[in-house]
Antibody, heavy 119, light 110 residues
Framework: QVQLQESGPGLVKPSETLSLTCAVS?????????WGWIRQPPGKGLEWIGS???????YYNPSLKSRVTISVDTSKNQFSLKLSSVTAADTAVYFC????????????WGQGTLVTVSS | QSALTQPASVSGSPGQSITISCTGT?????????VSWYQQHPGKAPKLMIY???NRPSGVSNRFSGSKSDNTASLTISGLQAEDEADYYC??????????FGGGTKLTVL
């Protein structure tokens, strides 16, 4: 059974860097899927942040690209998100997900973690 | 990269059928057969209901079906049930290996 679990601080100060990790169990991150981050501000819709392949190839949402870094650690079977210079607009539930290689359909998701940006 | 357009809300009575539309452009919905649909209940993670326009993952009821015409994709739910009440999101693979979501549609079962 594939499982994903997000972890990281629930509170980040404005202008600082948000850091989250997604631990994958039940499946090797070296398999033929992309691994992605998606966020959802309170009461709003879903927004794709970016994706990574186990080789390290990354793809980012153009609107966030200048502030986002996604990395993968195959030895720990996990991948991570860093979002710099955060503001209140970055307050959201952050989900990690396994995405099909062709077409990016997300068959497995983490439960999500709420990150609040506030001083 | 603009969000795909979905109606804010739709409603139907138990047993009826409803359709949710998802309109994009030739750079996303119209350009690829990679539209997905997700169901999200309050406080839960999205659940994949349809992928690659019309394919159902294992375990998803055949009451859910998807289609696409030009730049507009559609999700149809037949035999509406109370448990179908949720938010529904479409997504599409887009150029430069990116992903775009729709704004979401709230389905109310009357």
């Amino acid at each position: 059974q594939v499982q994903l679990q997000e972890s990281g601080p629930g509170l980040v100060k404005p202008s600082e860097t948000l850091s989250l990790t997604c631990a994958v169990s039940g499946y090797s991150i070296r398999g033929g899927y992309y691994w992605g981050w998606i966020r959802q501000p309170p009461g709003k819709g879903l927004e794709w942040i970016g994706s990574i392949y186990h080789s390290g190839s990354t793809y980012y949402n153009p609107s966030l690209k200048s502030r986002v870094t996604i990395s993968v650690d195959t030895s720990k079977n996990q991948f991570s998100l860093k979002l710099s210079s955060v503001t209140a607009a970055d307050t959201a539930v952050y989900f990690c997900a396994r995405l099909r290689y062709s077409g990016y359909a997300g068959g497995y998701w983490g439960q999500g973690t709420l990150v609040t940006v506030s001083s | 990269q603009s969000a795909l357009t979905q109606p804010a809300s739709v409603s139907g009575s138990p047993g009826q059928s409803i359709t949710i539309s998802c309109t994009g452009t030739s750079s996303d919905v119209g350009g690829y057969n990679y539209v997905s649909w997700y169901q999200q209940h309050p406080g839960k993670a999205p659940k994949l209901m349809i992928y690659d326009v019309s394919n159902r993952p294992s375990g998803v009821s055949n009451r859910f079906s998807g289609s696409k015409s030009d730049n507009t994709a559609s999700l149809t739910i037949s035999g509406l049930q109370a448990e179908d009440e949720a938010d529904y999101y479409c997504s599409s693979y887009a150029s430069s290996t990116t992903l775009v979501f729709g704004g979401g549609t709230k389905l109310t079962v009357l």
